[in-house]
């Protein structure tokens, strides 16, 4: 079964950080773009970033430039975002997913709340 | 990064058949086509149809995707009350090699 599995969110103070992590299992990760997709309260979905199979190649939406980074492992079948200099705004359920031509697949997500 | 485009809601009666539009650009939609996932409220999101329009096992016959030039269609048949949710479309642009989402639609069963 083709599976990901997110963790590390969590409650953090506006400034802080956080690290979240996927693990993808069922399928051959290295063979994939990662993608980091979030959705905040009440709102729809909104594509964070994303890496090439082999890491190489990142992007990322306007509003994280500079402040999250997206990398991945595919010796542990993992993919990670490091968080800095967090926000209210960024408050969200963070999903793990990837998307081809043929297949999809999406995590449970991880719940990142930045509040004092 | 402009994102796709769906119309908010959608309302249809039990038994009835639903279309669900999403409509990109030649980048996106256009070249790739576009996935359809299924959001049920307190629910991650769930993947439905892949964009060359092929759904993943389990998924069922009812729900058909396909593509006309920059717009694409999700078509829900013999509407259920499990249908009522979320629908968001999505596609990859190979011109910024990055995903952008449609804003959603709900759909509404009567």
């Known amino acids: 079964e083709v599976q990901l599995v997110e963790s590390g969110g969590g409650l953090v103070q506006p400034g802080g950080s956080l690290r979240l992590s996927c693990v993808g299992s069922?399928?051959?990760?290295?063979?994939?773009?990662m993608n980091w997709v979030r959705q905040a309260p009440g709102k729809g979905l909104e594509w964070v970033a994303n890496?090439?199979?082999?890491?190489?190649?990142?992007h990322y939406v306007d509003s994280v430039k500079g402040r999250f980074t997206i990398s991945r492992d595919n010796a542990r079948n993992s993919m990670y975002l490091q968080m800095n200099s967090l926000r209210a705004e960024d408050t969200a359920l963070y999903y793990c997913?990837?998307?081809?031509?043929?297949?999809?697949?999406w995590g449970q997500g991880t719940l990142v709340t930045v509040s004092s | 990064q402009a994102g796709l485009t769906q119309p908010p809601s959608v309302s249809m009666g039990l038994g009835q058949t639903a279309t669900l539009t999403c409509t990109g650009n030649?980048?996106?939609?256009?070249?790739?086509?576009a996935a359809w996932l299924q959001q049920h409220q307190g629910h991650p999101p769930k993947f439905l149809s892949s964009?060359?329009?092929k759904r993943p096992s389990g998924i069922s016959e009812r729900l058909s995707a396909s593509r006309s030039g920059i717009t694409a269609s999700l078509t829900i048949t013999g509407l259920q009350p499990e249908d009522e949710a979320d629908y968001y479309c999505?596609?990859?642009?190979?011109?910024?090699?990055?995903?952008?989402f449609g804003g959603g639609t709900k759909l509404t069963v009567l």
């Open positions: 997913a990837f998307s081809t031509t043929t297949a999809g697949c």
């Open positions: 069922g399928f051959i990760f290295s063979g994939y773009w």
């Open positions: 890496i090439k199979q082999d890491g190489s190649e990142k």
């Open positions: 030649s980048n996106n939609v256009g070249n790739q086509g």
């Open positions: 964009r060359n329009n």
């Open positions: 999505s596609a990859w642009d190979p011109s910024l090699n990055i995903w952008v």
